[in-house]
């Protein structure tokens, strides 16, 4: 059974940078399609960044700030923010899911990131 591991939310300051991370254990981290998703209360959960077998790809808002990035040696997904915006401020997850599919199957249990002024 996968499981996900989040961490590295916090509270910043607008322009700030955070870096978050999701631990995969249960199997190897480079057998997933991997993401970032982020959810405001009363809001779908919205895709922010993709992994899988090198490719990224990322959502409009945060392209060029965001950075996500796969350590298969630590089995550990980051996801590098820099510039953060108000607009970030959201309960992150990682997600794993089938190679190639962009369907995601095993879901972290989220961490929290706000930004203010």
């Known amino acids: 059974q996968v499981q996900l591991v989040e961490s590295g939310g916090a509270s910043v300051q607008i322009g700030g940078s955070l870096r978050l991370s999701c631990v995969v254990s249960?199997?190897?981290?480079?057998?997933?399609?991997m993401a970032w998703f982020r959810q405001v209360p009363g809001k779908e959960r919205e895709g922010v960044a993709w992994?899988?077998?090198?490719?990224?790809d990322y959502k409009a808002s945060v392209r060029g700030r965001f950075t996500i990035s796969l350590d298969n040696a630590e089995n550990t997904l980051y996801l590098q923010m820099n510039t953060l915006k108000p607009d970030d401020t959201a309960i992150y997850y990682c997600?794993?899911?089938?190679?190639?599919?962009?369907?995601?199957?095993?879901w972290g249990q989220g961490t929290q990131v706000t930004v203010s002024s």
């Open positions: 992994i899988d077998g090198g490719y990224t």
């Open positions: 997600a794993a899911g089938k190679r190639w599919s962009r369907t995601y199957n095993y």
């Open positions: 249960g199997d190897a981290s480079n057998n997933y399609g």
